[in-house]
């Protein structure tokens, strides 16, 4: 092995590809060698350094130096100041504020402990960082009963949006006979303003692989599938390469360290629609149908896919399973209120300084999410609201800002954490426009199936666009709320249910914008 | 006629949508074919209408012909506060098309998508399967401009 005077990690996800971290690698690369480096200083590639709005970024270790903003002319000048002659280039660095925002986001994670920290596309790091020593302890010294109560016990809560009970879930399939169980990963992340599923995967995907391995023993289920949204190529491959990996180690496949038990994963891969992140037109997509929802029940942990019992769970809740058994449920209580334990990866975006992610105690508040890892409101500007939970969400105003973010407090303002996504909108949003957006987002997502949906969308839209255009007359808001309530009552799925809570909550909180087109 | 494709996946109904994105993908103008549809159907031994059904569900997937890049510019809430509508003027008189339109030289087609998941970098747009962020009207012309000028 060759020894390097110094790491430096480059976080490779879709939003610093977006920035063109490509380009400013090969450029690091290059210059490297032109400097006769390249066998002192290792380049490697890792998942999200946390970090958004501050373009290509990368530490440097051990000195723990982290640059921001990189671009292709930065490139030379640290490659010659830094790495040829010892002197970090100050300058380019993260400075004060925002590297106490960079390590304190780091200090309370679980889910995302190593992302940005190690090479996801090499298992030897993820081993290192003391990885599958869960799965190891699961499954040679529990009883899959254990593993039940275990994460019963944790409190642990799915993290997909409806924050249903995971050890729960898991009871009900656990005893079931079968020939064969399911587990299957939902990985379909259409929420608008919703990447942390994304991170997860690109930035540790042996923690996902690591969960539904505990989870499959846990349930019985000896195959598994991670369904996964065709934008997601980078997720697809680190997963590719994890579970291509996961088999030469002997942690996947048939007779598992001698335990008798046998386990396949396997990659489903969508085609973008919405709608099959509800998990039973996940399952009918899973079959290669139209991902149109099924009736429940029978709910699909008794009769999924392929009519198997079938466990459905979002990634994040799955993420959290591996340091659940490693540390015990106690352990894992710690963190957050009771009955609603953990921690919670929310994604910060809008009006924001800083937009990004967190991962921190449920029931932390909207405002310390907001100033402390959002960076607070753009500077100059004031907070108007934010859209909690995504576009089946709701629109908070200022009054809030002291919400606690976990699933029991939110609920008591009509609110939902959903999948952990907050849009913040300073004075220049207008609510119209944006309620008009998301009406717009579910008529296009809405799968047409039953007609509440499908008609109540159409009206919404006519509606929601006459205000728009300053022909709206009072009772249109009036007539909204009548429709999305119809929608939540008679809807097929939740698709149709959800969108009484964006417009109650924008017409409720900030009626002047209506008035004001509506005049 | 797609025998490579059908080599890698067996003939069960639920390979259908990876055989479907890997015959679009492979086909230069980006789409599934009617003639695709019949050696799909003949091939998992299902009905063509079952096809169509799922082609048209999936946004993903296109029936018509469609440009050599596909930019599919996200208008989700997120997007659409960070400036999404400006993004799609300046695309639409930089192409001269409308959204679900393709430039007359074929060499792109104009899409509207939801979330893309890179939503910290608002406004956002895929070129077919790059991601770029923190659009702005400059920027776009740079990125469209790297297109035509035969670079990529
Ligand atoms: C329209 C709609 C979209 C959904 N999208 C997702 C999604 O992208 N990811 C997800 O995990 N759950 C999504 N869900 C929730 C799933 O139906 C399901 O509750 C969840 O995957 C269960 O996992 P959990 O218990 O671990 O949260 C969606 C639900 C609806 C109604
Ligand atoms: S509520 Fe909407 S998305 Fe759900 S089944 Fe009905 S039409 Fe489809
Ligand atoms: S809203 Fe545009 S990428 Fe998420």
Redo the contacts between chains.
Sequence with gaps: MKFYRSHILIGIDDSSLAAGVKEIEALLRSELQKNNLSDEINILETGTLGLFGTGVSMTVFPEQVTYVNLTAADVPEIVSEHFLKGRPVTRLALKAPLKKHYDYNYKNRIVLANSGKINPEDIKDYLAAGGYEAWEKALLIMQPGEVVDEVKASGLRGRGGAGFPTGLKWSFTAPIKAEQKLFVINADEGEPGTFKDRLIMEGDPHKLLEGIMIGSYAVGATKAYIYIRGEYKLCIHRLEIAIKDAYEYGLLGNNIFDSGFDLDIYIKIGAGAYVCGEETALIESMEGNRGNPRSKPPFPGVQGAWQLPTVVNNVETIANVPAIITNGSEWYKGYGPDGCSGTKVFTIMGDVNLPGLCEVDMGTSLRTIIDEFGGGVKEGHQFKAALVGGAAGVFLPIERLDVNMDYNSLRNYAAVLGSGAILVMDERADIVDMLYSVIRFFRHESCGKCSPCANGNEMLYKLISKIRKGKGAPEDLYNMDKVAEAMFHSSFCALGQSLVMPIRSAIEHFKADFLKRIN | MYEEIFKKYTP???????I??EIQDTHPQQYISEEAVEWVAEYLQIEPS?IF??LT?????STKPRGKNIIRLC????C???GSEKMLKRLAQLLKVKAGETTSDGLFTLEL??????????P?M?IN??????LTEEKLDKIIASYTGGEK
């Design positions: 069960e109904k639920e390979n259908l949508i990876y479907l994105h079952h059904g799922v569900f999936y946004t993903m997937f208008e989700s809430p997120p659409f506060l960070r998508c939801a979330c893309l998941g890179v939503c910290g970098n608002a956002v895929m399967e790059d991601v770029y962020g923190d």
